[in-house]
Structure formats: structure tokens, C-alpha cells
Nanobody, 126 residues
Framework: QVHLVESGGGSAHAGGSLRLSCAAS????????MGWFRQAPGKGSEFVAR????????YYADSLKGRFTISRDNAKSTLYLQMNSLKPEDTAVYYC???????????????????WGQGTQVTVSS
């Protein structure tokens, strides 16, 4: 069982930056693929990024490449999402997710991930 808690959301102006954090409980963080998803008002869940166990392999939604950066600190059992050049269309609830222990994740499907945080709101104004 993994408990995930996001933080760092809030409000920003277009062009600004925010960094989200996701603290994981337990001792298996370093053996789990991690991901970020988001859900905008009235829309379905959208894949943002994923990262492998060691942090040396990342994958992003095409529309977010170059603006968002996913990273992890296994010593702190924490996942991050650095968001730069924010746009109003980035407004959404952002969720971190953990895959099963030692599971290789090669898709962007939410179903690949077994544990989810409660989400943190990001609001970007123009």
C-alpha cells in the first residue's frame, strides 16, 4: 500500500511557474514508476508525464514537452513536477500516481497506475 500526498498547487499568472510535490509513504517508492495526471473542469483525465524507478527515463505528453519537468528524489520518497511558462489551459487538478512495485510502465494509460493522491488544484490566470 502506498499513500500519496500532493502539495504545491495554487494560483499563478500566465507565464509563471509552480512546482508540485508528491510525498509517498512506505519503503517501495524507489521501485515504482511514478506519473502525473491532470483533470481540467469538465474534462477527462489527461496524462502529463511519467518517470522510471531511477529517474533517468522520463516521458511527457507532447503538448507539455519543454514546459514541464518530472523528477524524483528516492532518498526523500518524493516526486516533483516543475511547471514553467504556465498557460490558462494548464488549470486543472493535478494528481500523482504510483504503479505497482517493480512494474514496467510503457504507456500513458491511467490504468497502469495503482495508487493515486488526492490531487492539488492549479489555477492559471491570464
Amino acid at each position: 500500500q502506498v499513500h500519496l500526498v500532493e502539495s504545491g498547487g495554487g494560483s499563478a499568472h500566465a507565464g509563471g511557474s509552480l512546482r508540485l510535490s508528491c510525498a509517498a509513504s512506505g519503503r517501495t517508492f524507489s521501485r515504482r514508476f511514478m506519473g502525473w495526471f491532470r483533470q481540467a473542469p469538465g474534462k477527462g483525465s489527461e496524462f502529463v508525464a511519467r518517470i522510471n524507478w531511477t529517474g533517468d527515463s522520463t516521458y511527457y505528453a507532447d503538448s507539455l514537452k519543454g514546459r514541464f519537468t518530472i523528477s524524483r528524489d528516492n532518498a526523500k520518497s518524493t516526486l516533483y513536477l516543475q511547471m514553467n511558462s504556465l498557460k490558462p489551459e494548464d488549470t486543472a487538478v493535478y494528481y500523482c500516481a504510483a504503479a505497482g512495485e517493480a512494474k514496467l510502465v510503457l504507456t500513458t494509460a491511467a490504468s497502469e497506475f495503482d495508487y493515486w493522491g488526492q490531487g492539488t488544484q492549479v489555477t492559471v490566470s491570464s
